[in-house]
């Protein structure tokens, strides 16, 4: 059983960087998946990055090359790194986490990155 945390966000001009954190409550520590999700203004929740097993990743074809999600397992923390940001990544960030067996879903509460032009 556990809760994520998330903070990072803010407002920052086109072209600068952002790095959001999402911290579990308690140790996960069996994890499928964890990833990063955002929805923007009228717009539907999207998948942004994933962190799998094994440290593989995968990304929206629109962040690639920005972003980088990370995890630091002694932390409990997931990281998205977010560099050469642009207006149209203005939206509120999820974390997600899909952990255990059976598998359990959590998210986190939301952090709002607004990117001006």
């Known amino acids: 059983q556990a809760q994520l945390v998330e903070s990072g966000g803010g407002l920052v001009q086109a072209g600068g960087s952002l790095r959001l954190s999402c911290t579990a409550s308690?140790?996960?520590?069996?994890?499928?998946?964890m990833g990063w999700y955002r929805q923007a203004p009228g717009q539907e929740r999207e998948l942004v990055a994933v962190?799998?097993?094994?440290?593989?990743?995968n990304y929206a074809d629109s962040v690639k090359g920005r972003f980088t999600i990370s995890r630091d397992n002694a932390k409990n923390t997931v990281y998205l790194q977010m560099n050469s940001l642009k207006p149209e990544d203005t939206a509120v960030y999820y974390c997600?986490?899909?952990?255990?067996?059976?598998?359990?879903?959590?998210w986190g509460q939301g952090t709002q990155v607004t990117v001006s032009s």
């Open positions: 997600n986490a899909v952990y255990g067996w059976p598998p359990t879903n959590v």
């Open positions: 308690r140790s996960i520590f069996t994890i499928n998946a």
């Open positions: 962190l799998l097993s094994g440290s593989r990743t």
